[in-house]
């Protein structure tokens, strides 16, 4: 035992574990022979347990093998193949808006975006860019850096870049730097129409106007190709794909008449002005066929720039603001009451001395009367007069006419925004309702629906639907839609809109519409002048002037309305809107003078004797709407001067050439513009002369061409071929060009183009 312990102690001094007689037995145990045969069989036991593990992992690893190559290869060559692969959308080009005489008002150019993949940028390179990118575009560097900074794989740094913009980047060129080229709307008569046409976002969508409504059409249809990367990270087309071509958009012509469009925007907004008004829009049409030949805003919109707007700003106001119109509005009343018999134009009416009582209320006249005329209450506006005149036609009747003549309604004329105005039934009506609506207030109506409802007096008491598309054609000129004019009902008969014409002329001769008067022909109108509802009263300080007309009488052509928001500087309708009606009426007259001269308006003219001679109608009885027919004149003789098509496409010259009576030889494909015409422009040739036709592909083109002294339309048509961006301003045979004739074209600098007047030289235009 001693000895044991001992041991012990040795062993723990030598840094040996205690050695218990158990330890020792177990020690001499596994020192044994027996020991040894027991060892080996544990050791033996392990290896099979592992073979067996690994076998079952190698037999894992072969199925997974075999699922990968013999299941899912395809689906893994696939991905494999996208890592050197990618599909490239091949946008398609919108279509383009013109006016009714061919002129282009929206088209396309091409431009650059430039956007970044942030997780290919250093720190170095993110501030090169921000530097560059800060001084070219004149925002603050930080801008630049926020988005570089983003945990993306793209962002977008800029978008639509300007023209000069691009050139300022053009050898600008840093790893993940991405330069895309996008398509660009262009709208080369900057805010002229703006409203109307509308405005594509930033994705080439249409946000709001004819792009909006008409943006499927527009659009056309995105094709692709599938690109592929070489061993030099570059991409090409890959062939073992095929390529889808894009289709593009429908081309849209509208009724809109440029030249008139430009006269109405621009007397417009000198009237606002002058009047210090808040806001103003009108409307002129066609009182024949409702075809609109203008519709304008103000203050304008730029559709190029409309992220400078509010999208307030945007709206077309002819068509989406209501208001009540105040006297302009008895025509409704005056037209009832002729229409039934109930006044004729002399019959005698007491104005109360310009004060009437009712129902605790007080109307007041502008200019007190005692007895005077159904002609004259009219022509001096009377409210005092009408409001007896319209309890006499008494509700049911009066509300029926103010429907027959379109308000409380929809005009359909097609684009976004349009509201139906509001004209309660007789049932919601209080005692007060049908003495004041028989003067204008209590009833709410839109800039358009007062321009076709006196339209409808002047083309003989047809309420004709308003229309702004012609027609629709496809990218090869195939026409897929055409427009016709649309007989919605009669009003009254031929003889009750011949007699409230000749009423009111004298408005416009002798009444509170002196300011519209003209010397060399007549105007038929009426003022309006209504207290605007503030926080639910009335005001004495706020109102909306307005004048409504048409002419010349007889045989009128142009029907319009014009409201003017909130003037300060004087505020009735015959001081603040007639003026405005005045000038654009005197403008427009010299065209059509011009357009008789020069080839006759019977175009302007549709009607048929079945609707001139028809009985009034009413909304109420859903009458058939027999179509109209155009009636064509032509005053030419067999002996025409040749028209110039210099610089225009084949099928613009060809169109032009075969109205005016000659055929054409020559071939020109897309991008092809008339060099030379034989015989040449000016010549007097006999109708059914053949014209032959030069073409150059305007692409091929190197220096800028002369066009001074041509038209708009050529000009147009020879850059749009050539893929050259450009700029108007003014109207008329353009006076001057920057880059000047002869300087080598750079198709990335837009060409600037001024005209020589205010008003187009209808002599252009084909």
């Known amino acids: 035992m001693r000895e044991t312990q001992r041991n012990n102690l040795d062993r723990l001094q030598r840094g040996l574990p205690w050695n218990s007689p158990r330890i020792e037995e177990q020690a001499a145990q596994e020192d044994s022979p027996a020991g040894d045969r027991k060892r080996t069989v544990n050791y033996g036991g392990r290896l099979a347990f592992l073979r067996v593990v690994f076998a079952i992992l190698a037999s894992v690893v072969v199925a997974r093998l075999f699922v990968i190559q013999a299941i899912e290869g395809f689906h893994y060559h696939k991905i494999a193949q996208e890592q050197y692969r990618s599909r490239v959308v091949l946008k398609a080009a919108r279509g383009m808006i013109f006016d009714r005489n061919g002129s282009l008002m929206v088209s396309n150019i091409y431009g650059y975006s430039y956007a970044a993949d942030p997780q290919l940028l250093d720190t170095a390179r993110k501030n090169l860019i921000a530097n560059k990118f800060a001084s070219v575009f004149g925002a603050p560097k930080s801008f630049f850096m926020d988005r570089l900074d ?11 870049v300007e023209p000069d913009q691009t050139v300022a980047l053009e050898n600008f060129k840093v790893y993940g730097l991405i330069r895309l080229r996008d398509q660009q709307r262009l709208y080369p008569y900057g805010q002229v129409a703006g409203q109307v046409l509308g405005f594509t976002n930033v994705d080439g969508k249409g946000a709001s106007g004819v792009e909006m409504e008409f943006d499927s059409l527009l659009a056309g249809k995105n094709g692709f190709e599938v690109m592929q990367l070489d061993g030099a990270g570059r991409r090409m087309p890959s062939v073992d794909y095929p390529r889808v071509k894009p289709v593009a958009g429908d081309n849209i012509q509208l009724t809109l008449d440029l030249s008139i469009q430009q006269i109405v925007e621009q007397e417009l907004a000198a009237g606002v002005q002058r009047a210090k008004a808040a806001a103003g829009c009108a409307v002129f049409l066609n009182p024949n066929t409702g075809q609109i030949l203008a519709m304008a805003n103000y203050p304008p919109f730029d559709p190029a720039e409309y992220t400078q707007y509010s999208m307030a700003d945007s709206r077309n106001r002819t068509i989406t603001d209501v208001f009540e119109p105040g006297s302009t509005f008895k025509l409704v009343t005056a037209s009832a009451a002729l229409e039934e018999g109930i006044e004729t134009p002399n019959d005698m009416i007491f104005a109360d001395n310009g004060s009437r009582s009712l129902y605790g209320t007080v109307i007041q006249d502008y200019e007190p009367s005692g007895w005077i005329s159904f002609r004259r209450a009219l022509a001096i506006s009377s409210d005092i007069a009408f409001s007896k005149i319209g309890q006499k036609i008494g509700g049911d009747k009066f509300y029926r006419y103010a429907r027959d003549f379109g308000f409380g309604e929809l005009t359909g004329i097609g684009l976004p925004g349009e509201v139906p105005g509001v004209l309660y039934k007789p049932y919601q009506w209080s005692r007060l309702s049908l003495p004041f609506m028989s003067f204008g207030y209590g009833v709410m109506v839109t800039t358009l629906q007062m321009a076709t409802a006196y339209a409808a007096i002047a083309n003989g008491g047809i309420l004709m639907k308003p229309y702004i598309v012609d027609k629709i054609t496809a990218p090869d000129g195939k026409i897929l839609f055409q427009n016709q004019p649309a007989p919605i009902r009669r009003v009254v008969t031929p003889d009750v809109a011949s007699t409230l014409t000749g009423i009111l002329v004298d408005v416009v001769e002798h009444g509170t519409g002196v300011f519209a008067k003209v010397s060399n022909f007549l105007i038929a109108g009426k003022t309006g002048t209504a207290e605007k509802l503030v926080d639910g009263k009335y005001s004495k300080e706020f109102y909306h002037a ?148 030069l073409f150059e592909d305007a692409k091929l083109v190197t220096r800028m061409p002369d066009f001074r002294g041509a038209s708009v339309r050529a000009a147009t048509s020879f850059l749009l071929s050539a893929g050259i961006p450009f700029q108007i301003t003014g109207s008329g045979p353009i006076s001057s060009q920057s880059p000047s004739p002869g300087v080598q074209i750079n198709k990335r600098i837009a060409v600037k183009i001024v005209c020589s007047g205010g008003t187009m030289n209808f002599s252009e235009l084909y």
């Open 150 to 160: 983003l945990k993306t794989q793209f962002v977008w740094l800029e978008r639509d």
């Open 546 to 693: 307005s004048f409504a007309g048409f002419f010349p009488v007889p045989n009128p052509e142009i029907a319009g309305y014009i409201m003017i928001n909130s003037p300060t500087n004087a505020y009735t309708g015959g001081m603040v809107a007639a003026p405005i009606f005045k000038r654009i009426a005197e403008r427009i007259y010299g065209i059509i003078q011009q357009r008789t001269t020069r080839k006759g308006i019977g175009n302007l003219r549709f009607a048929s004797d079945e609707i001139s001679n028809a009985k009034p109608t009413h909304a109420d009885d859903n009458p058939p709407r027999p179509g109209a027919t155009p009636v064509q004149l032509d005053d030419r003789s067999d002996m025409v001067r040749i028209p110039d098509v210099v610089f225009l496409d084949h099928s613009s010259a060809e169109a032009i050439l075969n109205e005016f009576g000659f055929k054409t030889s020559g071939d020109g494909g897309d991008g092809f513009v008339v060099r030379k015409e034989i015989p040449g422009a000016g010549t007097l040739a006999a109708k059914g002369k053949t014209v032959r036709l």
